[in-house]
């Protein structure tokens, strides 16, 4: 049987969880998982649906033009319909760190990501092995100071090749150009090793050694123009002792990052977030 | 304005949503969240909804009558309604442990339960002052092997005269008769010290110290007549090591037993539980 | 049989630890535990011990001569030596917010904190009858822009009139003056309801809600002239979603800060917390 | 400089830390970290030491010696003395499930793991592209019922030609035999999924997801003929609801499982455990 998500915003009124059931209902579909959210504050309403469709017949290109016409207009409705066996494609950059790019890899390789991985970009050539021994292409972009235009296009060129729909920088060490930034919107992810909004900018695990904190964390976001402050996806943390050292801290903040940064993957992979100003609403 | 929650469970079927949140719409309410489950090994489908009713004349009594009728009945439903600010009625049963009353009797005074504590029954005299300190009737009950059932009649005697609603043993070390059992179905919460379902029975922090367990835990689950075996609510753990003494275990343990029961509690009193077969489901 | 803890520090060198234990061993004293840190930064070298001393004539005065002029010259170390059955005394300073003194008082109730309280200070008279409940002076003392010099007089006052060891500020909403802060240097526990760095100042909760954070915190740490900026005795932290409101996180939040305050005030009546510059060294 | 590790255990009794703290001295070593335990039921004195030798001619061999005849005999200890640097060999062993070998391998290949892997054993082909990717020497040793001496026989070979120091069962889904396990006694650590002593046995998720848990874990052990009853070495838990299929316990599980193996790795590969009856005693 044919399973979609159905991903809804829009301003909070009534009626709309009547409405879309009764969608779902005319459809022959069989509601799985349901989940909304008000934002009081900003009154926005988001929805999310897995539905089953009964029929054999159902087409989804008539589904989400009956639901255009049927549900979205009145209801002035931001929305997305997937086919669940649909996979983002999904472009890895990195530098020099690999604990990220083996734990992604490895959970790929596994079956455990609901994506595909057409390409890894870096600013170096030092993983390239890693990235032939799961067997995946690998392109070195230089990205210094004197030659941002020349690889911001090189980037722009490949991931436009290769249909990339989303972005994940696992421990990339370079700044992503508002250019790309743009093409991208809300759909680059970032890991930060840090529990933000403690310890923005470089070396946090020196900071946090510094002021003695007792957990240290890391932070899955979105990349927005403004470092560090994209809508946050995904936090966890472990407790440390005086003990511990900087790079001890900066071992154990491995283990966190690999855990968020592929929880973010997964979360995004399956449809599950949207984002709503300067933070992110997720059905999980 | 009013706020109500809904509970609904049923043979799952189609349409369930549709039906319940067209309703809300006639009734002029305004949904504030609502969750569903379907459990899809016993086919049971789960739902609770908060609502502000908008139109200040509106009847409780009148909306359950039209509810029945309009959608209870055709779909076979199980539900209730409650009207949020009524506050169900906890009776305490307490031996000689204090730590739990004390955190109980804390949030109750701080107004974080939404529950009436109109009494607090134990089978010793010992934790009688801090009852009287927080103003709440203590009623000593003995309960031995040889005085069971008059010590049976006396609890049901109180919980019937003070209208209970449900029942929480904050570590009463006795037996629950099978008839208070029945009287109070699914409505007795216990706090057992261990992480079910490891180490049952008594002297769990022993057994666990014994083992060399890395971790233990705390378990609030519904009173049955199997011991230990009831739905579980709410469990928490921390980790412990070597280090710890059966005594320290024991220490550790008082924290967690709070937590987890008070948890249970404010779940029980924000009517968030349901109960199927063996298993709980929980809309948090 | 007696038993005694032994803090000690000094710049790190050769020798200590078996100039120590052997010095246990000739006071025939039997070690139950012993940490140490070395501070390779600062190297600075920390150690306690917990010892019996087996031999029932033992003089705690005359091994704290025997100490100093042993060993503690040589290495020049500072150091102290307490009996374990004395309790510090502790103040608790509230204003309005309740639920940490409930939860202070009823760990005390209940034995589990090893200290004496022998008197609360608030600058409000709204939680008197909390401490009436359990039996512990009260004393309303002012403290608006006002009155400050006066308020800090009266604080001042009580605190050498009750030989008070060490503060507790359970949410207390006002500065600590410098005088007060050089008087009870690293001697005042604050509980901050975020987890620092983040979200210094006011209203931490709203700000986390603001940012979209997917984890909460809060952390206790002594009191500087240099706000929320003092060494950090210990943190925890609770998962959050999307969905909380900040009256929902300052409700979860309450549940952290308990936890947390309960815990820092543990390890000092233990004495297991150095101060090293802006950090502590806790021996748990 | 070169860095050793000293462990100890034997009857406690006065005076082994002045003793061998004074031995450090002597032999010009530089204690880095101390640690010890009293196990006051059985009796027994643990400790374990990290030092420089900051004499550049200091030789283990002698430093061994002189151990064993200063302090050793009189204390009746048993201890080991090892070279920091040299990296015990580890032999994996797998079937199918491939998520716990990316895990261990990727953190091999990135540095995180003080081991050597010579060598995986596996009783299915499935997961040997795998161990080429990461170019270890991968041995198809079929063990079914009716092979199992031959199989045995065929393990017992490779370890001894490979020089190996302990196995680790990633999933390893076949019985050890007795006589394996008597000649690597405490040194096969297997992950079961579960927090054990809960749900021992086959499909501990299943069984989980039947009791309605509200957490799941999953536990390092080393293994005995006494299956699942092993001294336990590392255990972590996740929170589940109700909404989790036994499928989706499976999944997070994984993760689990993951986390909890390389972590019981790392402690082994660093020589932080002691084993005393059915517990151990963990230097972290």
Known sequence: MQQITILIHCADQKGIIAAV?????????????????????????FMRLECELTNKNSNLVAIKNVFQIAIATSFNMSWEI????????????????????????????????NVEIPLII?????????AERFGIPFFYVPFTRDNKEEGEKRQIELLQK??????????YMQIITPKLISLYENKIINIHHSFLPGFKGAKPYHQAHERGVKIIGATAHFVTSDLDEGPIIEQDVAHVTHASTPEEL????????????????????????????KRTVIFN
Chains 1, 2, 3, 4 share one sequence.
């Open 21 to 45: 059931t009764d969608f779902i209902l005319k459809i022959e579909g069989n509601i799985i998982y349901i989940d909304q959210h008000v934002d009081r504050e900003q009154n926005v309403f």
């Open 82 to 113: 997937y086919a669940k066996e649909q996979k983002p494609k999904m472009a890895l950059f990195v530098s020099k760190y690999d604990h990220c790019l083996f734990d992604i890899l490895g959970r790929y390789s596994a079956g455990e990501l």
């Open 122 to 130: 870096s600013n170096h050539e030092d993983l390239k092995p890693i």
């Open 162 to 171: 290769y249909e990339i729909t989303f972005i994940v920088l696992a421990r």
């Open 250 to 277: 900066i071992a154990l903040g491995r283990d966190i990052e690999r855990r968020v940064l592929a929880k973010a993957v997964k979360l995004y992979a399956e449809d599950r977030i949207f984002i709503v100003g």
